[in-house]
């Protein structure tokens, strides 16, 4: 049932875990992992003022992303009965903004999964299909094995608690342990003083999770073990491919590249719809010894992970790669003679249409002009 009543101030932003809250559980029923999940501190102090920025994944160089900030009207005539699972949900405020879940731009240096858990994919999926073992281990974890982070943010009205809660699911009946959900909420104290907390100010609650209050005045933990019931309807909007690596034939000098088009351009692209290319360098790319061994040269799929890294172990070599960037003068005169290319389509997800690219190319010299 939902009460119908309003919030002036509610936003929902996502962003990657760094963690993988995992509910496997001891012969005994007790937690096996139980410091897997969310964080509500660590030992810097700086991270322990602002410690729900902490379980984002390569914060502050990767933040999350704010996709509405509005005013939210809840009324019993909008729910509906989800067609799949068959419970009543309520929509969210329309979203202002895109967000990327499992993006591969991120650097793959930001690595997560607690060094408290088994790692990527979680105990209990791996044993409801069968696997041995996880795919990535702990604190080994790229973005793309990590989950969907989402930050709850209600701004204060008043003494209102409001009336209406979200449905939850408690993932381990016997312990608060590991933390699916950190919170800081407001309410009244054994004394009847009122606190509230008001989101990203550093006062009670705002940056750092505190716990909340329970109906006769005493604190609560700042986590627990429960999930919110979520429907989400998710659509490809950014495909994105990277080549192997291609020999200029001498180290790039100064002044070498003359020019860089594809086609069509994204003036040419269907509506709301776009591509981006981006490059980076290397000084040593090597075939290996049999020439029939996929090579990292020759071959973009064998030899590279999604990440469009070179795997270690493969045949051939890849030296240490520049930082990519969209200008490819910027691969100039840093002594690279390989360069590989990151193209990324960007697709309408409204329309359902997609980018699409025929032809490249990349006009370069092989010697000082």
């Known amino acids: 049932m939902v009460y119908d009543e309003e919030y002036d101030d509610v936003s929902l932003s996502f962003g990657h875990a760094n963690s993988i809250p995992d509910e496997a559980v ?218 192997h690596w291609f020999p200029f034939h001498s180290p790039l000098g100064l002044n070498w590249i003359t020019g860089a088009m594809f086609e069509p351009g994204n003036p040419d692209q269907l509506p709301g719809t776009s591509i981006q290319i981006e490059y980076r360098g290397s000084q040593a790319v090597s075939h290996p010894t049999a020439p029939e061994d996929s090579s990292p040269l020759m071959a973009a799929d064998l030899p590279f992970d999604v990440y469009g890294d070179f795997i270690a172990g493969s045949p051939g070599t890849v030296g240490l790669p520049g930082e990519w960037t969209v200008d490819p003068s910027a691969l100039e005169g840093l002594g690279y003679g390989f360069f590989q290319l990151r193209i990324t389509f960007v697709g309408n997800a409204d329309d359902g249409v997609a980018s699409y690219l025929d032809g490249y190319g990349l006009a370069y010299a092989t010697e000082d002009s």
């Open 26 to 243: 001891t012969p005994t029923g007790q937690p096996a992992y139980p410091n897997s999940g969310l964080w509500t501190a660590s030992a810097d102090p700086l991270e322990q003022i602002n410690g729900f920025d902490w379980n984002i994944l390569g914060f502050p160089e990767y933040d999350e992303v704010e996709v509405f900030r509005s005013q939210y009207i809840l009324r019993q005539i909008n729910v509906y009965q989800s067609e799949i699972s068959g419970n009543s949900y309520l929509d969210w405020p329309g979203f202002s903004q895109t967000y990327t879940w499992r993006d591969t731009t991120i650097e793959q240096s930001n690595l997560g999964g607690r060094q408290e858990s088994l790692g990527s994919p979680p105990s209990y999926y791996m044993g409801s299909v069968g696997m041995t073992g996880p795919i990535w281990d702990s604190e080994e974890v790229p973005s793309v094995g990590l989950g969907l982070l989402c930050r709850f943010r209600c701004f204060p009205q008043g003494n209102d608690l409001g009336t209406n809660r979200f449905a939850v699911t408690q993932m381990l009946g016997t312990s608060s342990l590991p933390a699916f959900r950190i919170f800081s909420s407001g309410g009244a104290d054994g004394s009847g003083v009122w606190h509230q907390v008001v989101p990203d100010s550093s006062g009670y609650g705002g940056t750092a999770p505190q716990g909340g209050y329970n109906s006769d005045g005493s604190r609560t933990n700042a986590f627990d073990s429960f999930i919110y019931w979520t429907q989400a309807d998710f659509v490809v909007r950014i495909s994105r491919v990277t080549t």
